[in-house]
């Protein structure tokens, strides 16, 4: 693996079509290849290592058999999806991966003709899937091949994966699902769903049919001669019957070994060639498969920085700050010490959030629901009824999806329910899909909300205390992903009075009052104005909701202008301070407003500076605006 790999067939692939000329031993080797390419390429980029790897067999077999871009092959979540895009004729530009101005880390539409379907969050395969499926069957776009949808088994443990299920089993219409399981999720996956999937290959008699699809396939002189006929007879020995999914309407296939492509080849032919109805193939893969250092991981190589591709070693910037998850996870767990009613709840991301630090210390106070956000909301929410004091802790782009939960279940019955939004703002290189843009916005409406940023780590500290000693009411705390900035930490949190905010430098004329972590730039920003007698009063909100009247009011009345600023869209935090201005008539005054948030756009995969740059919220250009509120632009 240490010299550059040979890769004479993949050389030869430059769309799926030129697969077509390959007999199947040609693509057990094209496999190893596409293997070693993908290995090479995400040590040179960083990124989504182990579930592609654990796909490249299932990959080269899908496009093996099936027509794409006129099948539709969607891949769920997409993380798997860099030997796809190998395959799909971006393999010139797979070393950009994730870089700006480079291709996405996940399937995106506007990429490639081959990513049907763009996604990033899990679970929306099959949906997206069935309705290819319908539009091909009432004559949407005149084209008339498959749906495909690839599925994991974590992505499988969500409600709508069921929903969908449900609906196409109803629907019957001929759909195609790989589930593949590869008993990882980005942890281990928990849940009775997951002990099902397990249960259904120990029960079957898996090694004996793999053994018979290898012997079936290894009479044949030729890969095509009588494989139908073959296959046939394999599938219909390796129908286990009486699974959950054919109670949900679908022919069930397997389990069969997703590594072996002459046991997966003739499977999938079958499939392809006798598929009436919504079909389940359940393919059983390893992640992180046939590079050493991802299958021995606890994570199975889930997530790379870029490393030496001999030992697996990765390259990391070195930092003596502490990540923001690290710091709320630390205070949890202290506060938990202290407060046995003290409980948290994940989906699916233990380590992400940095609840798998407080399980270590309180396992049974740590809940991890699987990728089911809506079920985690509700099931905080319970909790608090029940007396106990959840922090439910999501990236804040994960949240989206338990929104409704948030409204109905959480904020209209008042239920303190702590919401530690991790990953807020933009974060970098999984781009559009992942940024946390809208959170301040969706929660800060809500009535009965508290809604706080954290300035730095030692201010996120503040706020986990605050929140554990919030019992009057929802509560919500965002921060970014990555390092602080180095602040001294205080020993403990102190709990901060609701609705108030700080002042950090006093000036005149301009008031810059900021909400989260732009505060350095802000700092940055005035430290230059300062030196041409530019002396803007700074101040950080804290709470989005409720404002800190007095402060705020203030500001406008002892100013000629007021700049907010956020890393979040518009309808968030310096929307609600327009509100309260107009509300005090301050306008009438004559008082300068600026609101600085993200564009009305999504922004591409960068790194966080970069974006928030074309954001237009960095540090040069909080200067320009401050300058241009004073006309010296
Ligand atoms: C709605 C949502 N929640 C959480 C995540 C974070 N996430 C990305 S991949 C992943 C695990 C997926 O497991 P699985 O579907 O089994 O795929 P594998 O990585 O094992 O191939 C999780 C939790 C996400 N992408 N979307
Ligand atoms: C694919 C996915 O959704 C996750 O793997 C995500 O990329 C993790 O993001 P962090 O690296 O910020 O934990
Ligand atoms: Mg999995």
Request: charged fraction near 25%; hydrophobic fraction near 45%.
């Amino acid at each position: 693996m240490a010299d550059t790999p040979k890769t004479p067939l993949l050389d030869r692939v430059t769309t799926p079509a030129d697969m077509k000329q390959l007999s199947d031993d040609q693509l057990i080797q094209l496999a190893h290849e596409l293997r070693a390419e993908t290995i090479a390429a995400v040590s040179e980029t960083g990124g989504h290592l182990g579930a592609g790897l654990g796909v490249v067999e299932l990959t080269v077999a899908l496009h093996a058999v099936f027509d794409a871009p006129r099948d539709k092959i969607i891949w769920d979540v997409s993380h798997q999806a860099y030997p796809h895009k190998i395959l799909t004729g971006r393999r010139d530009r797979i070393r950009t991966i994730r870089q700006e101005g480079g291709l996405s880390g996940f399937t995106k539409r506007s990429e490639s003709p081959y990513d049907c379907f763009g996604a990033g969050h899990s679970s929306t395969s099959i949906s997206a899937a069935l309705g290819f499926a319908v539009a091909r069957d009432l004559g949407g776009d005149g084209e008339n091949g498959d749906a495909i949808a690839v599925i994991g088994d974590g992505a499988m443990s969500a409600g709508m994966a069921f929903e969908a299920l449900n609906n196409a089993g109803h629907l019957g219409k001929r759909l195609i699902v790989v589930l593949n399981d590869n008993e990882m999720s980005i942890a281990p996956p928990t849940g009775a769903m997951s002990t099902y999937l397990s249960k259904l290959y120990a029960e079957a008699p898996f090694q004996d049919l793999k053994a018979a699809a290898k012997g079936a396939v290894s009479l044949l002189p030729g890969p095509f001669r009588e494989g139908a006929k073959r296959a046939r007879d394999v599938l219909k020995t390796m129908a286990v019957g009486n699974t959950l999914f054919e109670d949900f309407g679908f022919s069930y296939v397997g389990p069969i070994d997703g590594h072996d492509l002459p046991h997966l080849l003739p499977v999938l032919r079958t499939v392809k060639a006798r598929a009436d109805g919504p079909i389940l193939l359940h393919v059983v893969t390893k992640k992180g498969k046939g590079y050493a250092p991802a299958e021995d991981a606890a994570d199975r190589g889930h997530a790379r920085a870029k490393f030496n591709v001999l030992t697996g070693e990765q390259s990391k910037a070195p930092s003596n700050a502490p990540s923001y998850t690290k710091v709320f996870a630390k205070e949890l767990t202290r506060i938990a010490a202290e407060d046995s009613r003290i409980c948290a709840v994940t989906a699916a991301m233990p380590d992400g959030t940095g609840l798998d630090l407080m399980a270590e210390r309180y396992p049974s106070r740590v809940f991890d629901v699987g990728i089911a956000e809506q079920h985690g909301v509700t099931f905080a929410a319970g909790l608090a009824a029940g007396g106990m004091k959840p922090f439910c802790a999501m990236y804040s782009t994960f949240l989206q999806r338990g929104y409704d939960q948030v409204v109905h279940d959480v904020a209209i019955q008042r239920l303190p329910v702590r919401f530690a939004i991790d990953r807020a703002g933009l974060v970098g290189a999984d781009g559009a899909t992942h940024a946390g843009a809208f959170d301040i916005a969706f929660m800060a409406n809500l009535p009965g909300m508290v809604v706080m940023a954290a300035a730095d780590e030692a201010e996120l500290k503040h706020m986990v205390a605050t929140a554990a000693a919030h019992d009057d009411g929802p509560i919500a705390f965002r921060y970014p992903r990555g390092e602080g900035s180095g602040v001294e930490m205080p020993e403990r949190g102190e709990v901060l009075e609701i609705g108030k905010g700080r002042m950090i430098r006093e000036g005149a004329r301009v008031a810059i009052l900021s909400f989260g972590t732009r505060l350095s730039e802000v700092e940055a920003a005035c430290d230059r104005l300062g030196a041409e007698g530019i002396t803007p009063t700074v101040a950080d909100a804290r709470f989005a909701k409720p404002l800190d009247e007095e402060l705020i009011l203030g500001l406008a009345r002892d100013h000629e202008a007021l700049i907010t600023i956020e890393e979040g869209s518009v309808g968030g935090f310096g929307s609600h301070v327009a509100q309260l201005l107009s509300d005090h008539g301050v306008f009438d005054d004559g008082l300068k407003f600026r609101s600085m948030v993200l564009p009305d756009t999504f922004i591409d995969h960068a790194s966080p500076a970069a974006m928030y740059e074309a954001a237009g919220l960095d540090a040069a250009q909080i200067e320009a605006k401050v300058r241009q509120v004073l006309d010296k632009a």
